[in-house]
């Protein structure tokens, strides 16, 4: 790799620089792990001395990452416009380095449910913080209020329900592998209660 790479030569200088910063490393310090000189690192970090791949091999493992993270381009792929679930309120984005992850968030107008049946429990965990409003989160047999800036993690093995108090509130929740295919047999279990609750309605208009 040489300084006609241009924006990538650049990019893996900035990243050494910065790694090694975020690491609380001197120039000094980074040189004795690494085995090269500190001018050498310095020209390196200055864009004064070329790249060299058993140099970048060296430094990587120093800084405790890989060659391929070291060397990594900027991606093109960095805004995410997200899924929405009018049906349920939500807005669903995928975290793309951990795919098995999203970022969920919710408006709740409702009180979390006074039927203890309505709980849900699953494997998982599940974070999430408040943005605006008051909520409730029902966890096993105990009521948190969770107010705006605060945020709640917990194990969704425990049964658990959520809901607003006092007017609308909007929440954003992290959701696991494990407890993103919970929520959305929950909600599939929801929809067919109402449906059922729906058809029950109907019936009783209708009369015998």
Known sequence: MTQDNGEMDSLVRKRIR???VAQGWSLEELATRASVSQSTLSRIENGQRRL?????VTLARALDTSLDQLVETATD????????????????????????????RQRMTNPPPDNPARMRAHPGREW???????AVLLLGNRRFRVETNQAAEFPTMLPHAIGAEGG???????????????????????DAEKADEAVKDDDQRSGP
């Open 18 to 20: 910065a790694l090694r």
């Open 52 to 56: 060299a791949l058993d140099q970048l």
């Open 77 to 104: 792929d960095v805004i995410a416009s997200p899924t929405i679930d009018a049906a349920h309120g939500l807005m669903r984005w995928p975290i793309k380095a951990e795919p098995g992850m999203s970022v969920v």
């Open 128 to 134: 999430l913080v408040v943005l605006s409003g008051t």
């Open 168 to 190: 609308p509130c909007e929440i954003l929740g992290i959701f696991d592998r494990d407890a993103r295919r919970g929520h959305q047999r929950a909600e599939k279990a929801d």
